[in-house]
């Protein structure tokens, strides 16, 4: 079996992720935090729905309301053949907005290139960064784009809406700036090469997720209600992983309920969903990072504050 089984994988999510909770401590967190992001979606699909659909009588179940509001403004996407054109062009707006907010500071020497995702790459993420080590410090950082060749008009449509034209923007945030590809870059600094070479997956993939709400909390998207909506649509995506992984394999979920949460609670798109489905049959773990780390950076924070 492709379970993992729950003492191994209480065993591997303590070493790996290196978090102060544990893992059905962080099952628990995942499922509050999906209950509150309902919330807060449900609040602005109702500000949006006279929008969109004028006088038409609003739903009263909360999920369908959620979902028809989101659908009507996924079908905002770029054409398949200019997906990458559309990541390279919004990269240097990325840029100014952090330099502009003074958010944090990015070393120009560093190159950033978006490319085609390489071969042995394929068929796991659809997106993702590879970084230079810490031995190459003249190195290029890759922002590695999936391809849509040789897909169905269908599937292609399906992964268009998912990666619509406000959630385009929060995944360039998440895997390039001020995301993984400024993370990675200050961890190659770091003065134990140890350290660089061995980074915590939490750390790198709750940054990103970190920094598509700080982007947003300093005014990046003007507020629109659209681009907050999506944003909160995108950041249920890293409870879902968790939620996920943790119950494919230690309880037992079929592939009628994973399909369920992340389709009917979590809205995805079908193709995402089905993408999603075989990585945590050949992953086991990693799918939790994100909101570890993000719940742990977050925690940080407000540990700070007060």
């Known amino acids: 079996s492709y379970r993992l089984g729950s003492e191994l994988y209480a065993d591997k999510f303590k070493f ?72 390279e062009k919004q990269l240097p707006e990325l840029n100014a907005f952090v330099k502009e907010k003074n958010l944090v500071y990015m070393d120009p020497t560093k190159p950033l290139k978006v490319r085609k995702e390489p071969g042995y790459m394929a068929g796991v993420a659809g997106a993702s960064m590879s970084s230079p080590g810490t031995y190459e410090k003249k190195g290029t950082a890759f922002y590695n784009v999936g391809t849509l060749d040789g897909w169905s008009p269908e599937k292609a449509e399906s992964y268009l809406r998912e990666y619509n034209k406000y959630t385009l923007q929060i995944l360039n945030i998440h895997e390039a700036i001020p995301g993984h590809y400024v993370q990675l870059m200050y961890s190659n600094k770091s003065p134990s090469i140890i350290k660089s070479i061995f980074g915590n997956g939490a750390m790198i993939e709750g940054w990103a997720v970190y920094s598509e709400l ?48 992340m389709v009917t609670q979590g809205f995805q798109q079908q193709t995402e969903a089905e993408g999603k489905w075989h990585r945590v049959q050949v992953s086991n773990v990693q799918l939790t990072s994100y909101f570890t780390g993000f719940k742990e950076i977050i925690d940080l924070r407000e540990e700070y504050k007060s």
Request: glycine share 2%; with cysteine; aromatic share 10%.
């Open 214 to 261: 700080m982007m947003l909390e300093n005014g990046y998207g003007n507020n629109e209600p659209e681009m907050w909506l999506l944003y909160f649509k995108w950041s249920l995506r890293s409870a879902c992983n968790t939620i996920l992984d943790i119950s494919v394999h230690t309880k037992n979920m079929t592939k009628e309920e994973a399909m369920d949460l």
């Open 16 to 87: 790996d992720i290196q978090s102060q909770y544990t893992s059905d401590e962080m099952y628990s967190a995942a499922l509050l935090r999906k209950d509150y992001l309902h919330n807060e979606m449900y609040n602005i699909a109702t500000k949006l729905w006279p929008k969109y659909f004028g006088s038409q009588t609003m739903p009263t179940d909360k999920m369908v309301l959620i979902k028809k509001v989101i659908d009507t403004i996924s079908v905002q996407h770029v054409k398949a053949e200019n997906f990458r054109a559309e990541i």
